[in-house]
């Protein structure tokens, strides 16, 4: 069992959420002191998570999520998100993890690699980095700060499931995402499907990518 150090919130605001589709929530976004890894990630609390909350964990991307790029599928996940957790129940952690844990520069680093024709994990490879360097001791800190040891996941990665589990937090389902793709981001869904275990339908990307 792993002995996480405490953290504790810091602050509660409550802010309304306007989606650019009209769709609308009230959430409460939760600070923190004592993560561990020292980056400033977010709780955004929606309705009203029962004794088993529905949890995202997302992981921050600039170009999708605010630019809305279409070579990857983080802003519709989390437009997704934070709607079924509202009806739910639950929490979505918006974590600072841009690049899956390389940051904005390396990532935008490797987008050039992957027109090349490397895929997204080859990329990350070519550029001496980690597949995937993303950490969830900070978000099992920020569910322990908020009274939740057991959830149900919404997530397509078998990975973040995984790391809650050896850092306490029972994950009593894993709920798999929408599946938003296009043109743009096929091969790097084929990819996560590929590298990562992640639960999309490999068949269906199969034909995208071979086109």
Do not use: W
């Not at 004794?51 to 983080?74: I, K, N, Q, Y």
């Amino acid at each position: 069992m792993p002995d996480l150090p405490a953290a504790t919130p810091r602050a509660r605001v409550r802010v309304p959420l306007h989606f650019s589709d009209g769709y609308r929530a009230d959430a409460e976004i939760v600070t923190f002191h004592g993560l561990t890894d020292g980056r400033e990630h977010l709780a955004v609390v929606l309705g009203d998570p029962g004794p088993v909350p529905l949890v995202r964990l997302h992981s921050e991307c600039l170009t999708g999520d605010v630019f809305g790029s279409a070579r990857c599928d983080c802003g519709p996940q989390l437009r997704e998100a934070v709607e079924r957790v509202a009806e739910r129940g639950g929490v979505l952690l918006y974590l600072r993890q841009e690049g899956r844990g390389i940051g904005l520069y390396n990532k935008l680093d490797a987008y050039a690699l992957q027109d090349g024709g490397l895929d997204t994990y080859e990329a990350n490879a070519a550029l001496g980095l980690p597949e995937d360097a993303r950490d969830y001791t900070a978000a099992a800190q920020m569910l322990t700060a908020l009274g939740i040891a057991e959830l149900d996941l919404l997530s397509n990665n078998p990975d973040k499931a995984d790391q809650l589990h050896s850092l306490d937090i029972t994950v009593r389902n894993r709920i798999p995402t929408g599946v938003f793709t296009t043109t743009h981001n096929a091969h790097y869904l084929r990819a996560k499907a590929l590298h990562t275990r992640h639960t999309l339908p490999l068949a269906d990307l199969e034909g995208l990518t071979a086109g």
